[in-house]
């Protein structure tokens, strides 16, 4: 599967951040604003809540346990996902051997330039080297040749849930790393029309994914040729776009046709008795979707989580002075977190006592925990707490026995919030264009233009030499609603695209 | 954390067993008898159950999904487990540069002859060659080493899940394969009691699940200063016996002392100011645990697993010859299905029309699936289903009414008698010895000899020579208990111990 790689415009300075985040001095250093640098306020979001940092090893990238408990999340939901369509997991070697990844020309044309390679293992120089894995189409379909016999033997429906590497010259945390996790979904059909109703079943999957779990909106439609991965027939992607108008690519799926069912011999009986090759796909996303997230709903004071992927959905912060106080802020407290937990809301409760309470409000704010309590002895007093809505700053004061229920609504309401918000801010920035001039404004600006596009792949060449941006997808529901001017060539033009600039 | 090396003394024929699981005759194939070939017995076992197989990458295993649903279950149950203890996931890379992992210098010594070597990445020959991982110590305490400071730092209490890679000159699946899937927790602590308190808990976190989840019994204990892990201060150990007598280490403890903390420069400020290096354990268990559970528990008709562990507990086949029979068949059946669900039992039901009951049977037994039940029209009419269990071959026959109670029962049942038949055989196959020629001849037919050691690694290593067996622990229960003389010099000793032969 791919995952564009982009040339940074400015050096990635997480180095320097991850440093500051290192000490428990972190949680005073400050966040950049947006609108000053929004690369540098990605990087200060990542340390700020403590997410991940650089390795060592150039271009690595140590996920913290606060950044891996979003995976951990992510895993969970897509798992259930996948296995309620029916696909299993497993799992294929690491090492790829060198010939096996040349089998599928274009396959190896697209990755061969970005891989590591292993020459010696156990004191010897290897006979043949061995490619660690930038994607697994080729060690697996050479295993899939030896279990394809007959359509009785399909489909067969796998997932793995594993580590990839691509050498990147620019790392950037989440979004290009050198190695990074990810799910890659590889199945085999009898036929073209199976295949491609899997590649766009599983599209839906992370279609559902990214806007019902991540409030993240995402166009779904397809690459155009030269976008495709390498070895594909066709592919589908989902892109949303980030608070700088810039679009992210979230998730790909793939109809393979059977490219590589030719390359590695997956050849089966049909049902006619004849012989044919089988028809594939393949299916993916990483931890880039993190990226994705956090440059979707962050503002200045932090990290913004939606609660459905959030690990902690709700914070609790007792406050009181004496240990009287605190005792009886701690039954109430107590009670709460009981019928919280019982109603499935994933909370945390903060005694830390060398923290004051603003302190800890300010820390849980930058690591986008969604709904904080605070509850003192005076609340108790008269019955109530104050509820704090991380996405709005927005507070209410609540009766202490309805509280666990307007938790939830509140829940509920930032989930629907924070999809609404980033809708309007991506239709805000998506234009209907038809001058070429105005593109580039666009472009230079940050946002999606839509647009008709020739079909020519060098006239999409020149667009992104010219500018960067490039065709992010072809919007499925976009397609055969007539014919208007190429935006760039102007010749008459029958597809509707969006370009954008992307990560 | 170690996972010994063994050489086998027969090569491993699983690639033929393979190729015969990879086609669905696959459920014809014999399973060779234990008493005929032991390790011949081992890799049909995992054909047969389609567990895995070699891959076209010397040393490799692709775990198929069979295989992985028994791994997910390990991982979820050990999680939860980890957890409980205040443990938190992160992933730290793949790759470790050469000069990190010689910090430590036993720990170099262990690891060097067994790793694999990238030496090559994105077209260039890298300035310094990166070893694939065989363990994360030296690239997680590298960066520890940043994050802690202060006492408030501390402890560090994270693990991983995660793909490791050693050379192996004689693979065998799930026990030896070049590449494995493991947990690696890592923690870091003010005092050595507490970390010595953290490395016992975690080892019996391990006992725990061995023998209440895998029916494994297991003898918990320290290894000999020569068996201990490179690195580390004290290894302790947890040892099962398999079938055949021979030792199976299935999960390892380390306290590491200072020693990492030195070389990496783990240094914190204490409570009453001064400085001191931090005090660390490490601690995994891996897929050779799938080996394990296999050679513990199955039989000459194929795999067997514990309720607790098995991904499908109970499987369903409904009996009948007409479309009408069926129909009557499957309505019982749903009506189970539902109360099976309902109380959490993990259930498949088996309506593959191309299949006869009796090779369904036949089938499901060689997966191991705990019970199944067979359900047709004139069990329908009497009111009654046949309940079979995997491990005893038993039948009985009840009443739709009370089956979904009688099945729960028989799985609680069939974890216990697992653990008690693993338990008497291990007790039958373990002598207290005190005549060198008396423990040879156990050595050769396959036991544990428990006998006195008089401490000296010479006398251990000319033991290993001999006889090929190891001191698998120290086992903490009879510390303390006199003294005799050694099995082997025949000096005083102090120390009780167990030997055997080890995979």
Sequence with gaps: MNEPSKKSTKPDAANSANNKSSSKKSHAAAITPRAQDYSQWYLDIIAAADMAEHASVKGAMVIKPTGYAIWEMMQHILDAKFKA???????????????????????????????????????????????VRPTSETIIYDTYAKWVHSYRDLPILINQWANVVRWEMRPRLFLRTTEFLWQEGHTVHETEAEADARARQMLDVYTDFAENYLAMPVIAGTKSPSERFAGAQET?????????????QAGTSHLLGQNFAKAFGIQFTTRDGKKDFAWQTSWGVSTRMIGGLI??????????????????????????????????????????????????????IDTR????????????EKKGVPVRVEIGPKDVAKGSLVLARRDTSAKIVCGLGEAATKIEEMLKTIQKDLFIKAQQQRDNNTHEISEWEEAKKVFEKGGFVRAWWCGDAVCEAKIKEETKATIRCLPFERQGDGEGKCLHCGKVAKTKVIFAKAY
Aim: glycine letters at 8%.
């Design 236 to 248: 589908y992607t989902i892109e949303a776009m980030m608070q700088d108008g810039k679009a992210l």
């Design 85 to 131: 369509t029916g696909v299993e997991n497993a799992y294929f070697p690491l090492f790829i051997p060198e010939s096996l990844l040349k089998k599928e020309a274009s396959h190896v044309a697209g990755f061969a330039p970005e891989v590591a390679v292993v020459t010696h293992a156990g004191g010897k120089k290897l006979a043949e080297p061995l490619v």
């Design 353 to 364: 006592e060398h923290l004051r309470p603003g302190e800890k409000f300010f820390a849980w």
């Design 295 to 348: 440059m979707t709903h962050s503002d200045d004071a932090g990290l913004v989580l939606p609660p459905l992927i959030a690990p902690t959905q709700v914070v609790i912060i007792p406050i009181g002075k004496s240990a009287e106080e605190l005792t009886m802020v701690m039954t109430a407290v107590k009670k709460l977190a009981a019928e919280l937990t019982a109603a499935g809301v994933r909370l945390h």
